[in-house]
């Protein structure tokens, strides 16, 4: 175990393996040993996983002691169930799935951000009653939706803790980071992906469309205290996700502009679903018809970005 341990320290040191840094200045962790088991820990990428692989084939022409990968398990946080998948296939390991977050604390383990969220949301985790809990504690699924459950030792006051826990609920309810964890399936939807857009940019315009972003309005309806429930754009309606994607005045001339641009009739949407299907309706080609509806959805996004730097960055809409 110690050479194993040599090992890896040397790959560390000369770039061939990436661990994961603990804290700003601290060492980078990249395996832990108990006994006779080993936990190697690093960045999701080919070449780290690559390398690992070499390593281990390396130590046992060495060592003589050989690596039986399919008693191994591998565990993505963070990645895309498919990817984990094709790793799980190259390597010939088996994947692990986190089971409803039960041995997982939520605020002390990495899982949902690189950072553990008691470093990422310091004003939270100090108004939290059990700082040890579970991720199982907090979250759980109901009726194929996401049930959040806090248990803060007072209410939460404060711009610093509202925004830090609207943060909080924008991280943790995003679908993309659950991949893997059984709790975090989320029922099909008729939503149109488009590959030409990354997946993050569909996410919104998908969430949006199931009434799953955290908009003031949605929070509210938590019972999450907030300190207004008014549109970030026009400070004049309060937010839902329609009235920012389609009635607001700031989602309204952003799609009249988009269809000047494509040389379009104007665009007259009355819902997120109109918006989302005016690509239909285009007599050009299959390609144009993707590239609206690419275009829609990055529109989407980027309105949904914009809400957030104003909320949260205090930056002005533009
Ligand atoms: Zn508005």
Known sequence: MEALSGVMKKATSIGLFNGIDVSCNGPSLSHLIYADDVMFVGEWSPSNIINLRRMMRCFYLASGLKINLAKCSIFGIGVEDQEIQDTVLLLGCKQAVLAGGQNISF???????????????????????????????????DDNDIVLNWAWARLLAGVEEQNQFQQLVTLIGCPNM???????????????WNNWVPKKVGLVAWRADMERLPTKQAL?????????KLCVFCGEYVETSEHIFVSCHFAQVTWLNLATWWGLPPIIAFGLKDLLTVHGSNSGSEKKRKAIHAVVLVAIWNIWKTRNDALFRNLTPN
């Open 220 to 228: 509210a309806a938590r019972n999450v205290q907030i300190q207004d």
């Open 107 to 141: 605020w002390l383990d990495i899982w949902a951000d690189s950072l553990p969220l008691y470093l990422k949301f310091p004003a939270l985790f100090k108004i939290e009653s059990v700082k040890e809990c579970l991720v199982a504690d907090r979250i759980h699924m």
């Open 178 to 192: 659950s991949a893997g964890y059984d709790v975090w399936r989320w029922p099909d939807s008729v939503f149109e």
